[in-house]
């Protein structure tokens, strides 16, 4: 089952928006996918993707297919 993370977390884009070349992880940043619009933990420790599977990851590290479609968000749980 999907778990709906705009559900439990509210989700603030960080400024300035980083490199794409570059982008920051932490306990606290997620992934939005730009061509989906799911979000994703930017270190996830359970199986996690997008449904267009341009982030994909497990065991703390995400891969990202195309960094340039990729809103990086702090999210604060609700
Ligand atoms: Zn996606």
């Known amino acids: 089952m999907k778990i709906d993370m705009r559900k439990i977390y509210n989700f603030h884009p960080v400024e300035p928006a980083p490199d794409p070349g570059d982008l920051p992880t932490g306990g606290d940043l997620y992934y939005e ?46």
Do not use: T
Request: some cysteine.
């Open 33 to 78: 996918c730009a061509e989906c619009s799911d979000v994703v933990s930017s270190v996830p420790h359970i199986q996690s993707a997008c449904q267009c599977g341009n982030l994909s990851g497990n065991g703390g590290v995400l891969r990202v297919k195309d960094p340039v479609k990729v809103r990086v968000v702090r999210g604060k749980l609700k």
